[in-house]
């Protein structure tokens, strides 16, 4: 069995609530004491149980973090923002992947509260969530991630994706595209829909553009719905994708049918994950700050859990930018 703090008194010849100072109060403690029972620890190999010494103080150290896809490298910088945020404070992030589900993320937000997490960070499945509505209103401090809902009563930190998809559209009309293809996942998510409605904005009711939805944001559902255009005889002059990975299945579909990019077909993704600037075509891309936008959400969240009483919500909204490069 693992040692317990009853062995390293027994060690050290110490009792319990001295052991108990070294560890949590060392100050209380005198120097040639500590050098003792830290000693015993080190022979003894004991670790400390800080989940129940936080549990029994009421304060978990533990942030949970739950996203919609973190095979997605967008959420994979988003993810290592918020931990570096959160271990420079003294957290722990637990971080959970819904995979788009929302029967995923329901089981994830229970587990997350039975673990009595401090505070929860959370990009949703859907537009509403009647457990994570519940876990808000018995005070579990959240924060939003890449998602904006003023009325909601917390924190939330986003990206304009619909000012995304009006440099999207304002790009390929300058490039003369009349022509245009916007492949997404499903339009049931808020970024899908406002990236739509940015691109229909910029280019006005004398361009049309064809809407391919497809079941999820990854490279796979990209190559199949750009091949299936293709073999239906379908010929726009340039592809708009919700992300980057759909870009990079499209790209696929276009060298493996003989098309050249971008000079007979333009391609332009969203995100601007790190395989953009190396593909074979080096993709253009709309570009989210993504370190940055885990980093606040961290921040927000652990400023929240810290002082719950000063703490005012925010919703911050950072704006992105177009990234021009071969592929349009």
Known sequence: MAPSIKDVAERAGVSLGTVSNVLNRPDKVSEATRTVVLAAIAELGFVRNSQAAQLRAGASRSLG?????????????????????????????????????????????QLLEEQRVRGMLITPVGPTSERLDALRSRGTPTVLVDRHDPRVDCCSVAVDDVAGGE???????????????YVTGPLSLRQCKDRLTGLRRA????????????????A??????????????????????????????????????????PDDIALLGYDDIDFAADAAVPLSSVRQPTLHIGRTAARLLVEECDHPDSHTHQQIMFRPELVVREST
């Not at 739950?66 to 957290?91: C, K, M, Q, S, W």
């Not at 280019?203 to 990854?218: F, Q, R, W």
């Not at 299945?249 to 060298?255: I, S, W």
């Open 203 to 218: 280019v006005g009711g004398d361009v049309e553009v064809d809407v391919v939805e497809v079941p999820a944001l990854k």
């Open 167 to 181: 440099l999207a559209g304002a790009h390929l009309l300058e490039r003369g595209h009349r022509r245009i293809t």
């Open 220 to 261: 796979r559902h990209g190559y199949e719905a750009a091949r299936g255009l293709f073999d239906d005889g379908a010929d726009p002059t340039a592809v708009f994708c919700a992300n980057d990975l759909l870009a990079l299945g499209v790209l696929r579909a276009a060298v493996s049918t003989g098309r050249r990019v």
């Open 65 to 109: 973090l739950i996203v919609l896809d973190l095979a997605n490298p967008f959420f994979h910088d988003i993810a290592r923002g918020i931990e570096d945020v959160a271990t420079e404070l003294g957290y722990a992030l637990v971080l959970c992947n819904s995979d788009e589900q929302a029967s995923r993320e329901d089981r994830f937000l």
